[in-house]
């Protein structure tokens, strides 16, 4: 094998590698994924000067950014096909992004009235999903083997 050949698949190797980290870090998670991301203007590289249109201090210029809150989570709690406590009633408007995680000690599967959305939630585990509120009303949010009511889903205009 030639040294341009070595030197070919050494290149590939590290494109494949850092292809399946850019792919990893990408992750659904939805802590993250939600999160802005601020860049700034790399500085001049030349140390004393300024390039030029460019004002002497480009941060008294340029607005703060602010960091952004992390995403409004609401965590429902499941113990024995039932609420933990008195089912809650979970206030979004339209056009938000509602995050819904459950926590149970036994495996259900949770019916999210009005979307007609379904999340299986393992036994001693969590599952989490999240979808646009683009339906207004009042809507139950039942553990879907018994019909019990977990928390009532408030989507107001």
Do not use: W
């Not at 004393?48 to 602010?66: F, L, R």
């Not at 499941?78 to 819904?100: H, M, N, Q, Y």
């Not at 459950?102 to 599952?127: R, T």
């Amino acid at each position: 094998m030639s040294p341009g050949q070595r030197i070919a698949i050494l290149l590939a190797a590290v494109v494949v590698l850092a292809g399946g980290f850019l792919l990893a870090s990408c992750s659904d998670d939805d802590e993250k994924d939600d999160a802005a991301q601020t860049t700034q203007p790399a500085p001049p590289s030349t140390v004393g000067e300024t390039a030029p249109n460019e004002p002497e201090n480009p941060a008294a210029t340029t607005p703060a950014t602010t960091e952004q809150p992390p995403p409004r989570v609401e965590t429902i709690q499941i113990r024995d096909k039932k609420a933990v406590g008195e089912p809650k009633t979970l206030k979004f408007d339209s056009g938000e992004t509602v995050r819904l995680r459950f926590e149970s000690n036994v495996a259900e599967e949770v019916h999210i009235h009005g979307y007609d959305k379904y999340v299986q939630v393992p036994a001693d585990g969590s599952a989490r999903t999240r979808f646009k509120a683009d339906a207004d009303g009042i809507f139950e949010i039942e553990a879907h083997s018994t019909g019990e009511l977990l928390a009532k889903l408030q989507v107001s205009p």
